[in-house]
């Protein structure tokens, strides 16, 4: 829904893969040259847990500010 691309960063590959959250950013900075380490490291293993936690935990705030700002 609207809502929910509004509170999540969504990705879509060439190939039709849809990266949602923290893994957006993962796919987003996998693809960007001196960042693919960090891609990388964003989507595997226990660091890919913790910035999921993490961005949820932004995104939501971050979703509920603008809302009460009027932004959408």
């Keep these: 829904s609207v809502e929910d691309v509004r509170e999540r960063?969504?990705?879509?590959?060439?190939?039709?893969?849809?990266?949602?959250?923290?893994?957006?950013?993962?796919?987003?900075?996998?693809?960007?040259?001196?960042?693919?380490?960090?891609?990388?490291?964003?989507?595997?293993?226990?660091?890919?847990?913790?910035a999921q936690r993490a961005y949820d935990a932004f995104a939501r705030r971050l979703y509920f500010w603008n809302r009460a700002r009027g932004r959408w």
């Design 9 to 50: 960063l969504v990705v879509r590959e060439a190939d039709g893969r849809l990266h949602v959250g923290s893994d957006a950013f993962g796919a987003l900075w996998a693809k960007t040259p001196g960042l693919r380490w960090l891609g990388r490291a964003l989507t595997r293993g226990r660091l890919r847990r913790v």
